[in-house]
């Protein structure tokens, strides 16, 4: 079984920093792919950042190049999103994904393509 339990989340001023962390508690397969989604209010989920495994690359959505970077501790199964130079417009449930096999590069942003969920970690940006 996976169990992703994410933690970091919070309320943050615009032009902080947070570092949003996601554990797979269970440790019964390694998960070549894992990465993260966000869902503003009314809105649909979205394709934050990703990383595989094996083969490699790092995937982010266009918004958010330069401001948040993702890394992976392999031996754990832990997957991690450092968020700087936040903005209102980041604010959302933040919910980390993962897969077992290796998603091909085209496929990372599609939510479908991710066997696994955590709960989401509310990240809130304003003054």
């Known amino acids: 079984q996976v169990h992703l339990v994410e933690s970091g989340g919070g309320l943050v001023q615009p032009g902080g920093s947070l570092r949003l962390s996601c554990e797979d508690s269970e440790r019964s397969f390694t998960l070549n792919t894992m990465g993260w989604f966000r869902q503003a209010p009314g809105k649909e989920r979205e394709f934050v950042a990703t990383?595989?495994?094996?083969?490699?690359?790092?995937y982010y959505t266009e918004d958010v190049k330069g401001r948040f970077t993702i890394s992976r501790d392999n031996a754990k199964n832990q997957v991690y999103l450092q968020m700087n130079s936040l903005k209102p417009e980041d604010t959302a449930v933040y919910f980390c994904?993962?897969?077992?096999?290796?998603?091909?590069?085209?496929?990372?942003?599609?939510?479908?393509?991710?066997?696994?969920w955590g709960q989401g970690t509310q990240v809130t940006v304003s003054s």
């Open positions: 990383h595989r495994r094996s083969g490699g690359g790092t």
């Open positions: 994904a993962a897969a077992v096999n290796r998603i091909i590069t085209s496929a990372v942003g599609t939510p479908r393509m991710y066997h696994y």
